[in-house]
């Protein structure tokens, strides 16, 4: 008889020399990693009798040593097709915006098929008047045109494309280039009808961003309007990839599509072929205030007369938080303005008096963005234990007294993105970027929260950080429930910092006096206050390196 092959040693790692954000020890300057797990933390001292040759060992030289993050709302191939398409985030006119179609075209990177573009914001434009499908369609040369806003709930389409999509008589089917609700859903659905090895390209090239900035696992908010069964099926794909090869953040799949009962989610999650967390993310309450889409209690600031969008019924939504809340899986919804909030909150009344209280809160229900929200709505947030998942650079980039906020809703911009409220009151948080809507720049996430433009709802760095960071699993329901800490028995997913300062920092700017003092027995994080992000040196997840920009050695 053959004997089976002995199973390969695991690999054993001290880093060393530099600093360690763990709750074990407030002074960890070390940590050892054994295969997959974090096994030891502790002082320099003790890792010099530790390191033995059986051991790789990884001088930090300083640099910061911490959970690595979770993006808690992503769309994998839409940030793929933004990071290589057209950007338009720096146009400011409608001329500028043509000229940068033409000119794109023109070029080899445009070849065969429809030109796509993401990122422009008309309300930074000194002129907001849009181009006609026309305009974009002789621009372009004549090839098809798909251009969607910051917010990816609107387009700017050319004549072919809106011809090819079947747009005519759809609702949003709009005066001009832009369109809106039923037509861009459309609009977006044939612009991205691509081959699996493109939307493949796509995504590694979304997971290799994120991983080269820290992140170790990305909420993919997969639905029927976005991308397909197609795209999901991809997304859930890279979870399997050989670890012995080239690996990828972790992909935590949500599937964003209605059902009316339990039977129907049964019927939804066994035909989509792959296993995901919930029917929850963007199945859509509403739309994007930028859009003037969200679905609001009174008009728009700028738009006298339109309040937004409701998509689903608080029927609709009671009966698919019940249904869920019977299998015990996670259901939610996309809601950003306070009329849609108002709907949700009500779906979970009656699905509660239909299922009981208790099966709602058991689900862990999620709510993606939550913008518009006052006192009562988060103490009802509350009552349900539902997570609100949030993208905090919103605010940092369209918060404010002269912004997207204040031309849309007014005085009404000063109650967004509530953190504090939500931290106070106890509701779940996590947070992410929506991206391709935000850049995947987590410590540029975290320093929109301490510099919330409402100092009311600040929160402090590090409360911040384990919102990015542990909160991201657990609002996943995450198998492992020692996720996103940096304890003896914990995963081993970390990235590596280097930094020029580490400080505790707290929710009203000041940074407390007794920061460094070793009393204070508090982990420390880096400063934000220098308008510069620390530069990510590697990221590990379950003990596997993700990405190296090669300064650290043994």
Known sequence: MTASPSPAPRKVTLYRNGSVYTAADPFATAMLVDGDTVAWVGAEQAATSIADSSMEVIDLQGALLAPGFVDSHVHLTETGIALDSLELGGVRSAAELLDAVAGFCASASSEGGTVLGHGWDETLWADAALPSRDELERAAGGKPVYLSRVDVHSALVSASLAAASGLEGLDGDENGGQVKRDAHIAARLAARSLPAGALRGYQRAALAEAAANGYVALAEMAAPHIGGVEDLVLAAGWNSADRAGRAFPEVLPYWGELAGSADQARSILEGLGVAVLGLAGDLNMDGSIGSRTAALRSDYSDEPGERGSRYLSVD???????????????????????????????????????????????????????????????????????????????????????????????????????????????VPVCFGTDSPVTPLRPWSSVRACLEHHNAAERISARAAFLGHTRAGWRAARYRNPMAGQLVPGAPASFAVWEVEELMVQVADGRVQSWSTDPRARTPLLPALDTGDDPVCLQTVLDGVELFSNGSLGS
Not at 395 to 413: E, M, N, P, T
């Open 316 to 426: 609709e939504a009671a009966a698919h938080l019940a249904a869920c809340s019977v299998l015990g899986i996670q259901a939610g919804f996309h809601v950003i303005g306070d009329a849609g909030l108002d709907a949700a909150l009500e779906a979970l009344d009656r699905a509660a008096v239909d299922v009981g209280e208790q099966r709602i809160r058991a689900a862990g229900h999620r709510l993606e963005h939550v913008e518009i929200a006052d006192q009562d709505a988060i103490e009802r947030l509350a009552k349900y234990s539902v997570t609100v998942s949030a993208q905090p650079v919103f605010d940092a980039r369209w918060g404010g007294g002269d912004s997207l906020y204040a031309q849309r809703l007014g005085s009404r911009h000063t109650g967004m993105n509530p953190f504090g409220s939500f931290y106070a009151a106890g």
